[in-house]
């Protein structure tokens, strides 16, 4: 497997969790550079780990896996940016991000490298550096994403955690529209 690939592959599975990144740094209004940590690390984390519990798992149960992710991550994402609407501002730091609001939104935003993972088992490679790799970049980019997202929050204001909490949504809608084609029946 080149590093071509192993790269593209590490970037294309962060997209989901540097966008929530995006959208959790818009809701902080005092940069909180252990937050932006604790939420990158959790992020690279689980990239890194549901690749490799897919890899263990194999062929076994990728069919029913294939068939349930993507309405986890809609459900998940869905509840946690209606939460993030509806959540009354009470004038304090937003950065109050609960561990369990991100160890959830971690799972969400992972659950398809569970599948990926599944599919590096049919190949005859070393999963260690695939993983590593995976996690570091998935680190970096939510790390660079809270921070970018906090800018844009200080710029946008009250709207931000609006704004924020209809980014969940939609990435929620755009992972389950991929795996189901559900917005091709009204377009």
């Known amino acids: 497997m080149s590093i071509t690939f192993i790269l593209m592959t590490s970037v294309a599975l962060s997209m989901d969790a540097f966008t929530v990144s995006l959208s959790k740094g818009m809701c902080i209004k005092k940069l909180d550079f252990k937050l932006a940590l604790k939420i990158a690390f959790s992020f690279g984390l689980f990239q890194a780990l549901m690749p490799l519990i897919g890899w263990k798992i194999g062929i076994g149960f990728s069919e ?14 869905c509840f946690l940016g209606l939460n993030m609407i509806f959540s009354k501002d009470d004038g304090s730091n937003s950065s109050k991000l609960s561990n369990f609001d991100i160890f959830i939104l971690a799972i969400a935003t992972s659950i398809d490298a569970l599948a990926v993972g599944i599919s590096f088992s049919f190949l005859n490679i070393s999963i260690l550096p695939i993983i590593l790799c995976i996690g570091i970049i998935t680190f ?3 790390f660079l994403g809270v ?4 800018k844009a929050g200080n710029f946008l ?4 955690k609006f704004s924020g909490g209809i ?3 939609l990435i929620g809608f ?3 529209n991929e795996h189901t084609g559900f917005l091709n029946y009204f377009f």
Do not use: E, P, Q, R
């Not at 896996?65 to 998940?76: G, Q, R, T, Y």
């Open 64 to 77: 029913y896996i294939k068939s349930i992710d993507h309405v986890i991550a809609l459900i998940l994402l």
């Open 140 to 142: 970096i980019l939510c």
């Open 147 to 150: 921070l970018i997202g906090n």
């Open 157 to 160: 204001g009250s709207f931000a």
């Open 167 to 169: 980014i969940l949504i």
């Open 174 to 176: 755009n992972i389950f």
